[in-house]
């Protein structure tokens, strides 16, 4: 009897692996929505099967699992570790693979894996902070479309700088870099989730402001957030008016509200920004870029104006105390600027 390890040997019995792979992914290809057990089924086939085909067999499953919508996410890493030749295709099409296991595959396979997941046709800002910090988006986003550099012409000669100027320069570089420094520590000890002392929705106001939103009641979803802010009903209405959900953005995140139930909320009020870039909605974009503390001084600098302005219900002028004839008082909402 023959030794069945030199059978994988035989080009016959590496053609049954390569059949046996490429019909496997074909039928996973024919599942629009697999279910957990068949995600699991063909995770566990996919691996044994792929590492006994051939070059060129690797090659065809990869590309048309690029084209799924879903891939296990083991498979998804283990694709992605493959050499660079085999993992492009699926690094720079696929929509399947998530921001994870993106970044844990530029971390460990070096550079080539890193370029081809720089070249996807869109990136959410967490996987782009972490290719920056590799150092390889920023060189792949400074090529030229005909991939060469463009010379840079020599400076021309010119006379030589002053010590003092020379000193002058190096002392402005440290200043910018130890501003850089300070701005980059407080924001690195900043603990978002530390709000003590701070204006906070309960947990009541935010569920009642999801709820609200999802009705797209937008009258009830300002009295619950001027509730919240302690300002008058104009104030929620005004922020709310902002078309571009810029001030209602702000005002959410100064409040603490969880991110998830920001961005729904956003997207129900203001349509435009549910439109989807790259992974990730315009909603999440602009929320994204909203910093904490100046999202509170913001909003503070809002309701001192507004309580400058406005008299909350409660403080009416009360009754006249020197009996009912006396001339009547006028109810002003609206604070004279003059007082």
């Known amino acids: 009897m023959r030794d069945r390890f030199r059978d994988l040997e035989e ?38 099967l792929f590492q006994a085909s051939s070059e060129e067999a690797k090659r065809q499953a990869v590309a048309a ?11 998804s890493l283990f694709i992605g570790c493959q ?4 993992a492009a295709p699926f690094l720079t099409s696929s929509q399947a693979i998530d921001d994870d296991t993106l970044i844990t595959i530029a971390r460990t396979q070096g550079a080539a894996h890193a370029k081809a997941i720089v ?24 090529m030229t479309l005909s991939g060469t550099s463009t ?59 999801v709820r609200f939103a999802r009705e797209r009641e937008a009258q009830q979803f300002a009295a619950t957030l001027a509730d919240a802010l302690s300002a008058s009903r104009w104030l929620a209405e005004r922020i709310m008016i902002d078309t571009s959900g810029q001030q209602l953005a702000v005002t959410l995140t100064s409040l603490g509200m969880g991110f998830a139930d920001a961005v729904y909320a956003l997207e129900r009020f203001y349509p435009h920004l549910a439109e989807q870039h790259g992974t990730v909605s315009r909603a999440w974009l602009v929320l994204d870029s909203i910093d904490a503390e100046e999202s509170q001084a913001r909003v503070e600098a809002w309701r001192r104006a507004d309580r400058y302005t406005y008299l909350p219900p409660e403080q009416k002028p009360a009754a006249p105390l020197f009996g009912p004839r006396a001339s009547p008082i006028r109810e002003l909402r609206v604070v004279s600027r003059s007082r």
């Open 151 to 209: 010379p840079v012409p020599a400076p021309a000669q010119g006379p030589e700088p002053s010590a003092a100027n020379i000193e002058a320069e190096r002392l402005a570089r440290e200043e910018a870099l130890r501003q850089k420094i300070k701005q980059v520590a407080r924001r690195l000890g900043r603990d978002d989730n530390d709000r003590l002392g701070l204006r906070s929705l309960s947990d009541v106001q935010e569920a009642l402001l």
């Open 11 to 48: 080009p016959a019995t590496v053609r049954k692996k390569d059949v046996v792979l490429m019909a496997t992914v074909t039928s996973f290809e024919g599942l629009a929505h697999p279910s957990k057990s068949e995600l699991r089924q063909f995770a566990e086939l996919f691996t044994p």
């Open 65 to 75: 699992l690029s084209q799924c919508a879903t891939v296990p996410p083991a498979v």
């Open 119 to 142: 070249r996807r046709p869109s990136l959410s800002p967490k996987v782009i902070d972490a290719l920056v910090s590799l150092h390889q988006a920023e060189p792949e986003r400074g």
């Open 83 to 86: 050499p660079i030749a085999i």
